[in-house]
């Protein structure tokens, strides 16, 4: 393919790190971690997550590095790979074995979020596994990282975050293409084209070149006419920072129906962050009695499955909560990840097992999961942490999990599998009981009376204990526990 007929976004692609615009910050996290590779000391966190809005330079900035520091670039792309066994395929013979040249590797995986959880069942943990025994630094690219699916590639990588890029980055990008193609263009034709594209660099090169190519110059009268604005998705940041600094109505609503977020998860991203960026106490109180109706509606939609509802939602999350802002001055500030959600992912674990107690002991005990979850599971807890003894025996006698023994006991957990253990060994292996005692011979000598008659009492008393000892197992053994051998042992 000759040179011209090269798209533009390959033709200018970034060959340096420092051609790649207005990403100073995801360049100071990037770099470091990739210098400690090529010294030979891979950091902590083997791979690197970019995360931000389409166009914004993220493969630019992997392919600028790859050429600036002679690597040599593995890329997959979400349609090349999506199951475990592509992955294993290929990235992980990549990211194990060395390049036949000598050159060193650097390994992108574009486009994780487009992994499905379940059509491609295994890519995510395919991509954990490649992640833990890679010998070269993987870099994996998302527009949407905050899907509670790819948490596990949040917590092993490196999260580096990208902007959406501003007009004027974008205008400088296009003059230089334009001067280099030796395009006549006016400035506000690429004032136009850099609004329209909403900071994607990509979209904007692509609708430069179209103009250009078709007319043979870019002016403002063919920019207006053919370059159409884009219904771009928002981050979760950048929607709380269009939301907080709408100052009219229709604003404020596009910020919410743009959002790439589901209903539920973008009323967590607003109530956490409205103390952050509104200072006045009448301005917070108006924002909550907003969010508060947003929150009342969207309850009643899933009672009702009313979805005409939904426009009340907007209106009071998106033109409720922006407008309710009258004294407090816009700032700047860090938007912070809705505490509930991390909450609910850490508690996870504990939440399942709770269920699965749940369920278990509702089976036994001829009731409902809620009955045992309010009235039950409060007393076991208290039991399993004051007499593990005790808990012990109900843990063997309704056959509880060390998962669900662990969740009832806490600190006392281990405890209570000691003397579950010790139980165990009861029933597996029960004390024997004392033989029956032969009777004595009845032929005696005279020389031997005495003998005889302190054996017989002896014989006696060893048969009374016998038989008291039998009566007291039969007793026992009522409520007992029957062993491989037949025989019953009670652990009460």
């Not at 979850?373 to 399993?384: E, Q, S």
Request: one cysteine or more; a positive charge.
């Amino acid at each position: 393919m000759s040179t011209r007929a090269l798209p533009w976004i390959i033709k200018y692609r970034p060959k340096r790190i420092a051609e790649v615009v207005d990403q100073e910050q995801a360049k100071k996290l990037f770099i470091p971690w990739l210098q400690q590779w090529l010294k030979g000391r891979p950091p902590e966190k083997k791979a690197a997550l970019f995360y931000g809005p389409a166009g914004c330079g993220k493969t630019s900035l992997v392919e600028a590095a790859a050429h600036e520091y002679n690597l040599e670039l593995i890329e997959m792309n979400a349609s090349d790979f999506r199951r475990k066994e592509d992955i294993e395929r290929i990235a992980k013979v990549a990211a194990t074995q060395m390049s036949l040249f000598g050159r060193k590797k650097i390994i992108l995986l574009d486009e994780v979020d487009g992994i499905s959880g379940t059509a491609d069942k295994g890519g995510l943990d395919a991509i954990l596994e490649l992640i833990n025994h890679t010998k070269h630094p993987i870099v994996m690219t998302a527009n949407d990282p905050w899907d509670q699916k790819l948490k596990p590639l949040r917590d092993a990588a490196l999260m580096v975050p990208f902007n959406r890029l501003p007009e004027h980055a974008v205008i400088e990008v296009l003059r230089r293409i334009c001067n280099a193609e030796g395009i006549y263009c006016e400035s506000e034709a690429l004032t136009i084209i850099a609004k329209r594209s909403e900071g994607d660099l990509r979209s904007a090169i692509n609708d430069l070149q179209a103009i250009a190519e078709g007319y043979g110059k870019v002016t403002k009268e063919l920019a207006e006419s053919l370059v159409v604005s884009r219904d771009r998705e928002y981050n979760p940041f950048e929607t709380l920072r269009a939301l907080f600094t709408s100052k009219y109505a229709w604003q404020a609503k596009r910020a919410i129906s743009h959002s790439n977020l589901d209903y539920d998860t973008l009323l967590q991203w607003i109530n956490e962050n409205i103390p952050l960026q509104y200072s006045d106490p009448e301005d917070v109180w108006r924002a909550y009695e907003a969010l508060a109706k947003a929150d009342v509606y969207y309850g009643r939609i899933w009672k009702t499955i009313s979805w005409d509802l939904l426009a009340y939602v907007f209106d009071m999350a998106g033109p409720g909560v922006a407008l309710s802002r009258k004294k407090s001055k816009f700032r700047w500030v860090k938007y912070q990840f809705p505490q509930k959600i991390l909450l609910m992912a850490r508690t996870k674990e504990a939440r399942e097992v709770r269920e699965a107690l749940a369920a278990h002991l509702a089976s036994h005990l001829h009731t409902s999961k809620a009955t045992v979850k309010n009235d039950v599971i409060p007393f076991l807890m208290v039991i399993f942490r004051h007499r593990p003894d005790y808990a012990a025996r109900i843990a063997i006698g309704y056959n509880l999990t060390e998962r669900m023994i662990k969740y009832l006991a806490g600190p006392a957990a281990s405890e209570v599998l000691e003397h579950v253990r010790k139980l165990m060994l009861r029933i597996e292996k029960p004390t024997p009981i004392t033989a029956r005692t032969t009777k004595p011979s009845t032929q005696t000598t005279p020389t031997t009376t005495t003998t005889t008659a302190t054996t017989s009492v002896t014989t006696s008393t060893s048969t009374r204990t016998y038989r008291t000892r039998r009566v007291t197992s039969r007793r026992r053994t009522s409520k007992g526990t029957k062993t491989s051998s037949g025989r019953q042992t009670t652990l009460f």
